[in-house]
Each structure stands twice: as structure tokens, then as C-alpha cells.
């Protein structure tokens, strides 16, 4: 009995101390030297891998960033859209650098075309997927730049931060968005966009993409813009260009000074977390502004289409700002 | 005029359907109950009845509650499963075992990898399994056929061995094979069904009736069955020439014991078993080698269950190694 | 190996092929074929006649396109293609029908073949042939065998393999010399001396008809052919009448074959001999619903509702409208959207049979795989697209798939598999492009 005792203690101490030493024989061999800020730097990172950075996850942004930093003593093309500022501050404390501060970014929806302002026509029987939607057709409602409302984006977040709101059939970006982009790049027809979060998260955008001539955009949608080019000359900036019949405003240059939405004859430009403005004197158009909006705005349209015509403003102005308020909400 | 509606080709659809297919596999075993129920009396009944209906009811309430999803009650599966797993369990079984059978083959075969078509193992397979290990004195306790509601098997329980086990055992203590077919039912009675056994393995003839309405029905192909039952009656008649005395006739092994019901309706399960006909070829003839292994080398008497899971296994695998032949594959000389 | 049997439902296969009138406004589209599209030649206001080239294909796969009808050219702007997005096309106003002159219209069959090998291609190009199966792969293209390959034997696509669809069928029947004229014009063109006709069995009177005829006609032989789809699947025919396999990613040539549909060999019958351009086609206009199931001989540009007009108007209850066959058709948003040249069919599916049936999920069954005529296994290239695994989808031959449907068709849980399987050809097919670049 001891005999058995003392012979397996004996080989299996001889396996283990056999093993032990291949062990490390291997692993001198096969060492990898490593620069260790690598984990100083992943360790100050979120963690959230969700390739935000461009880099597929947190441990190869921090090889990159490290390389970065021995080889060009600077890290100001690396962003990390998660952590932010803050988080860069610290890699970059880490490194002995130091990085310029960049605005927050929040991803934004490009399409205002829910079910009431785009009626859907047609019927899509096929998998709840937009990427293979968009290589079918057009849209249920028709409008080929809107959106398809399938939830490719809502899928590829990891943050929980964007949701289908299931009345209007469109996307909604909530504040745990953290602007990894993954929703822009699953979005298969660039609807949606990484803008800076603005002052007090404040923001103003042209909530349309379509680049149709205006009447085949209002067609499928209410609230398209069609190129009218009003927000374009009452901008004080020059933030806002129009091209292919869209207009675009660039954060960097805007100012939030509110005057293009006021102007725009479709709503199509919003402004997100503004306090309301102040009713002016046109109350009593209060009630009838539900019951034909779209008559007015076709009027507009003309007007516009004569390239003239000042007087009408200000009382689009009147009329147009509570009616982005109430959008507002629909596209946060 | 109505909403158009839009889709991907084709816009014509095949008038098959998952149900369909479910409640033909249940129309074939129909020959097998009625089989049953002629030899074991109103304890197949029972043990047919509380078996589908504890299936049912399990799939009824996990998908209600657990996994929150459509009913899926009605697709058949469960039917079948219940169907299949009273047909692997003897006439008289306690119904208290057969529910805890009924809750292994559902709620972990099959549910708890999200339902129908993603369970890796066969349920009813796994739930027999189940059964036979934990119980094993009730599993295999076999009663005699007897006569439609002759005896009542409840009760009055005459048991005897399957002549699988029969075989084993009496192998076992040194005779040899002719010695013991002098006391085995003869081939005619194990073919229409008359041995004892589990309820619904007994008779070869109603299983291959149900077999041959499942082949026109194209629910199964022939694939496998013929890989499975080849192996068994070449591997098996390998034996049988080598050693007559040592080993029994291949057609015995072929007629008794739950092969046809496993090569017909667990070997040919769609769920778990390849995709491609080479991959049945191959998962048939597997199942067919450690059939006869566990048969004649091993433990127990009958092998088919234990085979049939293990190349369930093993089908993961075959489906990546076993691919169609592609069209241009090889180039043809012609 | 593989395929389907779906129903034939070949319910206007009795009505012979009624050439419509030119419609009141043509759209004509500029990127009507497989390839670049091409570019307008014409200016709002220009007169043109019928046959005259108004769009020049310019790059090396592309094709030339001619105008339908006589009348101004209102304007060039974005029409609907058949998939809702605009598309840039020439849109002309209808007035009086006037042809080119160089157009022969006389009504005999011109069977003397005077031109050389290099001319019929030429000819070929120059009016626009396009492949009207359905692929709208141009012609001339297909007629330059690349070097170090060498076409052997000419096929010749009768097959119509898909349900409903019978203008190949009436164009067989009706045409039958000017298709063997045509036929021996390809050989010509090709510089091979066999020609196959392949026809399905479920044509009797067509197969009947082409091999009396085709006594007079040296090399050319007609094969009747299994009822099968998809049998009129490129490769598929090849491998039916020659027992050769075309490899995977290559062109049929490879194997020595060339293979041209039916209305393709006619339209060049008409481009050679009666140098014609490609501007009108036989489309076929059915549904269990349509009061006229008919075949048109409609101009390039009509609007699709003029067609439906014609068979009796859009039934009460369609549900979906295809151009093209069931399983190969694409679905179309509106009737506004014009015949192009690919357009074979117009098939209005009832609102009861519009929906796709109840899915359910995936029971391993291996039916797909059982039918796929490529040997592809459809579930696991769907499920590796579904997961957005390229480089696996992409070795497991993805981009073999011809789209024919048959694994949705056969798919007893109703899994959208050649959808997902599209998408994967499509982003796939992105990532060889840009390993290229």
C-alpha cells in the first residue's frame, strides 16, 4: 500500500516538475515583448469594444494608440467616441501627451418620414432587415432616400441608445448614445449622422436626405426638403449650402440662431432642446394651423418658386415655429 | 385597388409546410399505435395518451411563459415527440414516470435550446434515454403481448424479456445461438409484432407500412435508412458467417428490438440529423456500426437509441464535412 | 440535379402575339442592360423617329438603345424603374409611328446571310441587342470569345422554364423561320457549326414545329428537354444538352458554349437581316385574375398599366404585380414603370396569394439543399449572410447562386432564404470588387 503511495506521489511530482520546465522553455521562446503602457492605456478605456474608434476593440485602439504616441509623439488622430474628452485626457496622461479637446457627438436621424407624414403605399413582405429592403425597392412610402424603418441600426447598437418608436415608424436616438457610429455605418442609406452634440445639447438639422427635385419629394413626403433654398439666404453664417436640391447645415458654422427653421416651408429643419420660443402675435391661426398647414405650405412653395417675395416671411415665422416644436420630440 | 405588395423572388411558394410535415409523421406512425394497442391493450393507450399529452402540455407552457414567444403548439411537434416517446417505453410504465419522460424530452431536449429545430438531440431519444437510466427496473420490465384488453397489463403484469435481451443474457451464460432461437417467438410473430418490447417497436410490418407512406409523402428519403439498414444487415451477416453459433442471424437483429422504429423515425428526424444525402449516408451508416457494437459487445442489449444520439452528435460535423457535390465541381470530361 | 416542380399555370399559351400600338408617351430608360448604362445622344425637343439610336452605350459591357416610337423628345429626366428608384431616362412624346427608313419591313423572311462574321457582330452591336431572357447581358459581348477559349456549339434557350410566361413559346411558334434564320446568323457570328435548340416537353407543338422546320437548316438540331426548373438556367442548359459543367465563377464559354434565349436569336434575326434595332419585345400579360391573358408585341418604353389596359385592366383583387416570371419576376411599386428590355412578362399574383406564407423556423429538412441546381446548401449560406459572415459565406461558393428560388419555393417553414442569400451575394460580391481595386 505505501509502496503505491510513494511511487504515484513520486511520478506524478516528476510529470509536474517535466512539465514545469517545457512550460517555461516555451514560453522564453515564444515571448512576446510587449510595451506595457499597452495595458495601462486598455485599462483606461471603457472597455465597450464597440469599434467606435475604428479599431475592431478597446485592446487594438490601445496598441495603436501607444504605437501612435512612441512613433509620432502624438495621438490627435485617435478619438475614442465613447469615453470622450475625458477618457483621452487620461490615455493621454498615460502616454505623456496631450490632445486637443473635441465636442461630444451624438448620432442624428436624417428622416422625419413617419407614417403620417409619409403614407405608406406599398406593402414590403420580406425579412425585417433594411439592408436587403434597400436592395429591393424604394420604401413603403415610395421616397427612395427615406427611412426604411427595419431597425438595421437598432440592431447594431451596443449601447442601447437607439429604439424603433413603433407610431411613427422611425428611429429614435436617446441620450446613452455615446456616437460609436455602428448605427451610421449599418444604416444602408446614410440616414443617419454623427453630429456634435452642440451647446447645451442643443442642435439644428435638415431632417431630410432626399435629393429629388421638390415636387416628386413632397409626393412621398410631407415633410421633405426640397431645395427651396430659404434657409440658405436667411442663414447669418453661411452654415447652411444647398446641392442636389438639399440642404445641409454645417454644425461647425452654425450658431444655433434659430432663424432657418422658422423658414423652411416643410418643417424639414429641426431644432432639438430649445426652449419654446415666445408666441407672437399670431394666436388666433392657432387652430386652423392643424386643419391645413399643407395648403400654406404649397403657397409657399410657390412663392419660392418665383425666386421673391419677402413679405410672406414673417408670417411664416409666426406660424412655422410651434409646429417644430412638437416635431422635436419625434426625432430626439 | 389595393396595397401592392413587395417581396423578393420567388412569389410562388411550394404547398409544404412544417406542419404538414409533422402531422404526415404522425399519420404514418398511426399503423404502429393501432399495432400496439392490438397487443398491449388499454396500457398502450395509457401510456400512448399521458405521453402526448404531457408533451404538449410542457411545449404549451414554456412557450408560454418561459420563452414568451407565438404558440407553437399546433406545429405538431410536440405530438410527435409525445407520439414517439410512448412508443419507447414498455405497456406499463407508472404514468408519473412517463410525465417526468414527457418533461426531459420537452423541456430539455428540446426547449431549453429554443424549440423545434434547434435541438441537437433527438427529444424523444433523449427522453427514453433518460428513462431507461433512471429507471431502469420499470424500462425494462416487458409485458407479454397478450390479446386486444385479454388481460388488463395494468395489473396483472406478465413481464418477459425482449429476445434481444433474451439473447444477451442466455449468450451470456454459455449457450449458443441455435439453443436459444428454439425459445424466441420465430421471425413471422417478430415481424407482425408479437414479442415483447417497448409499445410501438414491436412490429416491423406497421412501422415500414408507415415508413413507405412517409417516402411517397416525401417526408424522408431514403437515404439514410437504407445506409442504416444495410450496415446493420452486412455488418451483422459478417459476423453470422464468421461464427453461427456466436452470432445470430442478421434478419433477426433487422426485425427485433427498436431498430425500425429508429431507423424510420429517429434516424431520419430532420432536426437532428444532415442536411446533404451524402451526410445521411454517412450518418446512417454510423449509426448502423454502433448499433451492432452495443448490440453484440456492449451493456445492453438494444444499441439503436444510444447509436442514434451519438452520431446526433456527430451531425454538426458531418454537415461541414459532407457538402453537396457543386455544380462544376469537377469539370466534366465528356 | 436539383430543381423544382412548380405549377405551370401557362394560361395564355393559346394566344397568338398582337403587336400593340405605340403608347402615347415612351419612357425609355437609359440603363437597360446588364452593365454601364448608357449615354443620351438626343435633347429635349429633338425629333426622332422609331429605330433611331438615341443612347450610345460606351463602355465595353453596355449597349446602344434606339427609340420606340416617332414624336419630340419631351424631356431627359428621372423616371420610376421597376424598383422605385429614379433612374435617368429619355422621354418622348408619341406622334404618328414613323420608322427609319434603313429598317426593311417587308414581311418575307430574309434567309441569304450576306454579311461576315465580324459585320454581324458589329450589326449586333450597333442595335442593341441585349439577352432577353431576362439578364439583359449584351449580345455582342457574349458573340467576343475571349482568347484561348473557343466556342464550340451554339445553344439556343427555349426552354421558358418559369410558370405563366409564353412569349418564347408564341415567338417559336409564330417565328419559327426567322428563329432558325436568326440561329444560323449566331453560329455564323460565333464561327461554330452545331446549334441546339433546347424546348421543354411541356411544349409539344413548338418542338414539333422547330424540327420540321429545322431539316432545311444545316447544323441545327432541336432537343426536347425534361420539365424541370430551372431548366432554362444558363448552366443548367448547358449541362442538360452537352453533359458539361460550367466551373464555378467562370463564363459558359469555358465549356465551348454560347447560350442565347429565343427572343434574343429573333431579335438578332431582325438587327441582321432586317437591320432592325432592338426597340419592341413580346411580353406576356397573365394572372388567374387577368380578364385577357394575352402576348403583346409592345414597344420598349410602354407603360406597364397600358399593357395591363390591354388584357382587360387590372383586376379588383391583384395583390402584387411582377415583372417577370413568379419565381424569378421582381415585384413591381407601380404600373407607371415602363417595359424595358428585359421585361418578359407581366404577372398579376391575387391579393390572397400577394403574402408570403407563415414563417416558421428552420427544421433542418435539407430541402433546399436537396433542390438547389447549384449544389449550394441555401439554409447555411442564408444563415452565414444572416450573421454577416462574408469570408465563410463567400467559401462556401455563395456567389454560385443563380437566384431561380427554388430553395424558397421548396421551404416547408417558409424561410426567406434566397433573400438572405442575395444579401450576401450582394455585399460579398462588393468585397471582391474592392479586393480588386
Known amino acids: 500500500m505505501n509502496d503505491v503511495l510513494i511511487f504515484s506521489v513520486i511520478s506524478l511530482s516528476a510529470i509536474g516538475i517535466v512539465a514545469a520546465i517545457v512550460l517555461y522553455g516555451v514560453a522564453q521562446k515564444f515571448k512576446v515583448i510587449e510595451d506595457p503602457r499597452i495595458d495601462e492605456v486598455e485599462d483606461a478605456l471603457p472597455a465597450a469594444n464597440c469599434g467606435g474608434c475604428g479599431f475592431a476593440g478597446c485592446r487594438n485602439f490601445a496598441e495603436a494608440l501607444v504605437d501612435s504616441a512612441t512613433q509620432h509623439e502624438n495621438i490627435d488622430d485617435f478619438f475614442c467616441p465613447v469615453g470622450g474628452t475625458d477618457t483621452m485626457n487620461a490615455v493621454a496622461e498615460i502616454l505623456g501627451l496631450s490632445v486637443e479637446e473635441k465636442d461630444p457627438q451624438i448620432a442624428v436621424v436624417r428622416c422625419n418620414g413617419s407614417r403620417q407624414n409619409a403614407p405608406q403605399k406599398i406593402v414590403y413582405d420580406g425579412p425585417a432587415t433594411c439592408a436587403f429592403a434597400h436592395n429591393l425597392f424604394a420604401g413603403e412610402s415610395g421616397c427612395p432616400y427615406g427611412c426604411l424603418g427595419l431597425g438595421d441600426c437598432v440592431a447594431a447598437c451596443d449601447f442601447d441608445a437607439i429604439h424603433m418608436n413603433a407610431e411613427t415608424g422611425l428611429p429614435e436616438v436617446n441620450d446613452k448614445c455615446v456616437a460609436c457610429g455602428a448605427c451610421v455605418k449599418a444604416c444602408p442609406r446614410d440616414i443617419i449622422e454623427l453630429r456634435p452634440k452642440g451647446k447645451k445639447d442643443r442642435r439644428i438639422f435638415v431632417s431630410c436626405i432626399n435629393e429629388e427635385k421638390g415636387g416628386p419629394a413632397r409626393k412621398n413626403c410631407k415633410v421633405a426638403c426640397i431645395g427651396c433654398g430659404k434657409c440658405v439666404k436667411v442663414c447669418p453664417f453661411d452654415a447652411i449650402t444647398l446641392e442636389n436640391n438639399l440642404a445641409y447645415i454645417d454644425p461647425e458654422k452654425c450658431k444655433l440662431c434659430r432663424k432657418c427653421v422658422p423658414v423652411c416651408p416643410t418643417d424639414a429643419i429641426h431644432e432639438v432642446n430649445f426652449p419654446p420660443r415666445k408666441p407672437k402675435p399670431e394666436k388666433k391661426e392657432d387652430g386652423e394651423k392643424r386643419g391645413q398647414p399643407a395648403q400654406k405650405k404649397e403657397a409657399a412653395e410657390k412663392q419660392e418658386a418665383g425666386k421673391k417675395n419677402e413679405a410672406g416671411k414673417k408670417n411664416e415665422a409666426g406660424k412655422k415655429n410651434e409646429a417644430g416644436e412638437s416635431d422635436k420630440t419625434n426625432n430626439e | ?334 | 440535379m436539383g430543381g423544382v416542380h412548380p405549377p405551370e399555370n401557362k394560361i395564355s399559351a393559346g394566344q397568338k402575339i398582337i403587336a400593340l400600338d405605340p403608347p402615347e408617351q415612351a419612357l425609355i430608360l437609359l440603363n437597360q442592360n446588364l452593365g454601364a448604362p448608357s449615354k443620351p445622344l438626343v435633347k429635349k425637343g429633338d425629333e426622332v423617329k422609331a429605330g433611331q439610336l438615341i443612347a450610345r452605350g460606351e463602355a465595353f459591357i453596355s449597349s446602344n438603345i434606339h427609340s420606340s416610337v416617332s414624336g419630340k423628345v419631351l424631356k431627359i429626366d428621372s423616371v420610376m424603374d421597376a424598383s422605385g428608384y429614379k433612374r435617368p431616362a429619355v422621354i418622348i412624346q408619341v406622334k404618328g409611328d414613323e420608322w427609319e427608313e434603313s429598317i426593311d419591313r417587308s414581311k418575307g423572311v430574309v434567309k441569304q446571310i450576306s454579311l461576315s462574321q465580324k459585320e454581324i457582330i458589329e450589326k449586333i452591336k450597333e442595335n442593341g441587342i441585349v439577352g432577353l431572357g431576362g439578364a439583359t447581358f449584351p449580345s455582342h459581348v457574349k458573340l467576343m470569345v475571349p482568347e484561348g477559349k473557343k466556342a464550340e456549339v451554339l445553344l439556343v434557350n427555349g426552354v421558358e422554364c418559369e410558370p405563366y410566361l409564353t412569349s418564347d413559346h408564341q415567338l417559336m411558334l409564330s417565328k419559327g423561320e426567322e428563329l432558325l434564320v436568326g440561329t444560323s446568323v449566331l453560329m455564323k457570328g460565333l464561327g461554330v457549326d452545331k446549334a441546339y435548340i433546347g424546348i421543354e416537353n411541356n411544349k409539344p407543338d413548338a418542338i414539333g414545329h422547330l424540327s420540321e422546320l429545322c431539316r432545311q437548316y444545316k447544323g441545327i438540331q432541336v432537343v426536347p428537354l425534361k420539365v424541370k426548373y430551372p431548366q432554362g438556367g444558363e448552366k443548367q442548359l448547358i449541362k442538360a444538352i452537352t453533359n458539361r459543367e460550367v466551373p464555378s465563377g467562370k463564363l459558359p464559354v469555358e465549356v465551348g458554349a454560347v447560350v442565347n434565349n429565343v427572343g434574343t436569336v429573333f431579335a438578332v434575326y431582325e438587327a441582321v437581316q432586317k437591320n432592325k434595332p432592338l426597340f419592341e419585345r413580346v411580353v406576356t400579360v397573365t394572372g388567374k385574375s387577368v380578364k385577357k391573358p394575352s402576348n403583346f408585341l409592345a414597344r420598349i418604353g410602354t407603360p406597364v398599366s397600358m399593357l395591363i389596359d390591354q388584357a382587360g385592366g387590372l383586376p379588383e383583387n391583384a395583390g402584387k404585380i411582377i415583372s417577370g416570371g413568379p419565381m424569378m419576376g421582381k415585384a413591381l411599386l407601380s404600373v407607371d414603370t415602363p417595359v424595358v428590355k428585359g421585361t418578359s412578362g407581366i404577372l398579376i399574383i391575387d391579393e390572397a396569394h400577394a403574402r408570403r406564407v407563415p414563417l416558421m423556423p428552420c427544421i433542418r429538412c435539407g430541402r433546399c439543399v436537396d433542390v438547389c441546381p447549384m449544389g449550394l446548401e441555401p439554409i447555411l449560406l442564408a444563415q452565414l449572410s444572416e450573421h454577416e459572415m462574408w469570408d465563410k459565406a463567400e467559401d462556401q461558393k455563395i456567389m454560385d447562386c443563380i437566384e431561380c428560388g427554388s430553395c424558397h419555393y421548396t421551404c416547408p417553414a417558409g424561410r426567406p432564404l434566397l433573400d438572405y442569400v442575395r444579401l450576401g451575394k450582394n455585399k460579398v460580391g462588393q468585397r471582391i470588387r474592392n479586393r480588386g481595386k
Open chain 2, 1 to 334: 385597388m389595393n396595397t401592392l405588395t413587395i417581396s423578393g423572388s420567388p412569389h410562388v411558394h411550394g404547398d409544404d409546410s412544417v406542419k404538414k410535415i409533422m402531422y404526415g409523421v404522425v399519420y404514418a406512425l398511426i399503423p404502429a399505435i393501432l399495432v400496439s394497442v392490438y397487443f398491449f391493450g388499454l396500457g398502450a393507450v395509457r401510456v400512448l395518451l399521458v405521453s402526448s399529452i404531457a408533451c404538449m402540455f410542457f411545449e404549451w407552457i414554456i412557450q408560454k411563459y418561459i420563452i414568451k414567444g407565438p404558440p407553437t403548439i399546433n406545429d405538431g411537434s410536440a405530438l410527435v415527440a409525445g407520439v414517439l416517446l410512448a412508443f419507447n417505453v414498455p405497456a406499463n410504465m407508472p404514468s408519473w414516470i412517463l410525465i417526468i419522460g414527457a418533461f426531459v424530452t420537452i423541456a430539455i431536449a428540446k426547449m431549453s435550446f429554443g424549440g423545434l429545430g434547434k435541438n441537437p438531440f433527438n427529444p424523444a431519444l433523449v427522453g427514453r434515454i433518460f428513462l431507461l437510466i433512471s429507471f431502469p427496473v420499470q424500462m425494462t420490465s416487458w409485458p407479454k403481448p397478450s390479446a386486444l384488453f385479454a388481460g388488463d397489463a395494468l395489473t396483472d403484469t406478465v413481464t418477459g424479456p425482449t429476445p434481444l435481451g433474451l439473447l444477451k443474457e442466455e449468450l451470456g451464460k454459455g449457450r449458443t445461438v441455435p439453443e436459444i432461437m428454439q425459445e424466441m417467438p420465430g421471425y413471422v410473430n417478430e415481424l407482425l409484432g408479437n414479442q415483447g418490447g417497448c409499445i410501438g417497436e414491436v412490429s416491423a410490418a406497421a412501422l415500414i407500412l408507415g415508413a413507405l407512406y412517409m417516402l411517397i409523402r416525401r417526408i424522408i428519403t431514403w437515404h439514410t435508412p437504407v445506409a442504416y439498414l444495410g450496415t446493420v444487415f452486412v455488418f451483422t451477416g459478417i459476423l453470422y458467417f464468421m461464427d453461427p453459433l456466436q452470432y445470430v442471424n442478421p434478419l433477426f437483429h433487422l426485425v427485433t428490438g427498436g431498430l425500425m422504429l429508429g431507423v424510420f423515425f429517429m434516424a431520419t428526424d430532420m432536426v437532428t440529423t444532415p442536411v446533404s444525402r451524402r451526410g445521411m449516408w454517412i450518418f446512417g451508416a454510423g449509426a448502423g456500426i454502433l448499433t451492432v457494437i452495443i448490440r453484440i459487445w456492449g451493456g445492453y442489449p438494444e444499441g439503436v437509441a444510444f447509436a442514434i444520439l451519438i452520431m446526433n452528435a456527430f451531425t454538426p460535423l458531418i454537415n461541414r464535412g459532407f457538402k453537396p457535390k457543386r455544380f462544376g465541381e469537377k469539370v466534366a470530361d465528356a
